[in-house]
């Protein structure tokens, strides 16, 4: 069972996966540094506090009893100045205090006589605040604890975050931002050569000279899709090629013996057969000049690049049908504007799709039925007839080349429709078919309001 894959833009996912990549790798090591800046100061922290306990332990004199802390003048001052930041206690085996920096190294000694020495705890705060960061050694049969208080700690760490944080703006950021900017700009210029490829195969029509892509300009991963597609649009013009030439060699090749035979018939007596024989070689006559007609529009670009006057193009080719209507005992009524309705196009091929119009509708509906022909301001060119209609699952058909209504008994030959709708394209213009009001078809050739 098939399954369908949804589309997708290969510039957007480049774009969001590069921009992923970009700001990992540009904010990556900002927030590494971060993380590195906060671990260090973790370990500075423990550091500290191991040479604070190793300073007591030096300063302790364990010669006498009780043990006496000799410690430097600075290192008192500092401790009796740093409102209880910094804290030690001295604790005999029997948990009681030796010496000690202040009475809130009491709460200190408590907590470091429940565990081990040699590891780090957390002391709470009688005041209720931020608890005290703490370290215990042994020394002899006394056990040293020392403790500091997190706010040093949280203004390293918001000192760290902070320079970390300005030098990302700083560089991090516009780095980051011009990087971007280069990754777009790369990937527009990279799309846009392949948005040329794709223009340039949009314009490619069949019979082009010029059917091929132009490689330049383009990705190494894209030159091999366009040069398979060139190689395939080589192969498709010598098939096209092959098929134009028997097309018409084919209808040249045929218009002698259909103009043999059409005088051969002639000679012979009147009667049903020669009535018979006449309509199929008038018939056969037809389709070889619609071949050629069809070749011709094959061959090459038709040229559109002239002011047409609509009301001109279809009364002369009115006139031209007159003899025509007049043999099957039928009414033509042209309408047009006063003003002339002009458009840019090819007068030739438009009279021939005109006129292909009106035999169709010569063709499909019963002898002495009219036929209205209009030239509106949209611009338009409209042929009503009084015939049976086209269903409306088949109107897509009939402008395809040898396609018939099944339920159509005419003689036509299934490629004056088509031919309509080839020079209506080529000009821009649709060739539609919808019912007429009171029965029959309105078959049109409508160009755009902007047109």
């Known amino acids: 069972m098939s399954t369908t894959v949804e589309p997708w833009s290969l510039k957007r996912r480049l774009a969001i996966r590069l921009l992923v990549v970009l700001t990992l790798g540009v904010l990556g090591p900002s927030t590494v540094m971060v993380i590195a800046a906060m671990w260090a100061i973790d370990s500075m922290d423990d550091r500290a506090l191991q040479d604070q306990a190793a300073d007591i332990v030096r300063n302790l004199d364990l010669s006498?009893?009780?043990?006496?802390?000799?410690?430097?003048?600075?290192?008192?001052?500092?401790?009796?100045?740093?409102g209880n930041s910094y804290l030690y206690a001295v604790v005999d085996a029997a948990e009681k205090i030796v010496a000690s920096s202040s009475p809130a190294a009491a709460a200190l000694a408590a907590e470091a006589m429940q565990g081990p020495a040699g590891t780090f705890f957390l002391v709470p705060r009688p005041d209720g605040g931020s608890p005290w960061y703490a370290y215990s050694s042994q020394a002899g049969p006394y056990r040293i604890a020392v403790a500091q208080g997190s706010l040093h700690e949280d203004a390293m760490t918001d000192s760290v975050i902070r320079d970390l944080l300005n030098?990302?703006?700083l560089t991090a950021l516009p780095l980051l931002a011009v990087t971007v900017l280069v990754a777009i700009w790369t990937l527009s210029r990279a799309f846009r050569d392949i948005d040329r490829v794709a223009a340039d195969a949009r314009s490619i029509?069949?019979?082009?000279?010029?059917?091929?892509?132009?490689?330049?300009?383009?990705p190494n991963e894209i030159r091999p899709l366009v040069e398979a597609v060139n190689d395939a649009l080589a192969r498709l013009s010598r098939a096209y090629d092959v098929e134009r030439r028997f097309t018409t060699d084919a209808a040249h090749e045929l218009r002698t013996p259909v103009a043999v035979l059409m005088a051969r018939i002639d000679t012979m007596p009147p009667g049903a057969l020669r009535d018979d024989l006449t309509a199929d070689a008038a018939r056969l006559s037809r389709l070889v000049s619609q071949m050629l007609d069809v070749a011709r529009l094959d061959a090459a670009p038709l040229p559109v690049?002239?002011?047409?006057?609509?009301?001109?193009?279809v009364r002369e080719a009115v006139a031209q049908l007159g003899p025509l209507a007049l043999r099957d005992k039928r009414q033509m009524e042209m309408r047009a504007p006063e003003r002339p309705v002009s458009v840019r196009g090819n007068e030739a091929a438009l009279r021939l799709a005109v006129t292909n119009l009106v035999e169709n509708a010569m063709l499909h509906t019963p002898a002495g039925t009219p036929i209205d022909i209009e030239v509106t301001d949209m611009p338009s060119i409209r042929v009503l007839d009084r015939g049976p209609g086209v269903p409306a699952a088949e109107r897509g058909a009939v402008f395809e080349r040898f396609q018939r209504s099944p339920t159509t008994t005419a003689s036509g030959t299934g490629l004056g429709l088509a031919i309509v709708a080839e020079i209506a394209a080529r000009h821009g213009a649709a060739a539609t078919v919808e019912d007429r009001e009171g029965g029959g078809s309105a078959f049109a050739i409508r160009w755009p309001r902007d047109g």
Not at 64 to 82: D, G, I, K, N, Q
Not at 205 to 218: C, N, Q, V
Not at 305 to 313: E, F, I, Q, R
């Open 205 to 218: 029509t069949p019979g082009g000279a010029d059917a091929r892509l132009s490689s330049s300009g383009l």
């Open 167 to 169: 030098f990302s703006l």
């Open 64 to 82: 006498v009893a009780p043990p006496v802390l000799r410690l430097p003048e600075r290192l008192v001052t500092a401790y009796e100045t740093s």
């Open 305 to 313: 690049d002239t002011t047409v006057n609509l009301t001109s193009v």
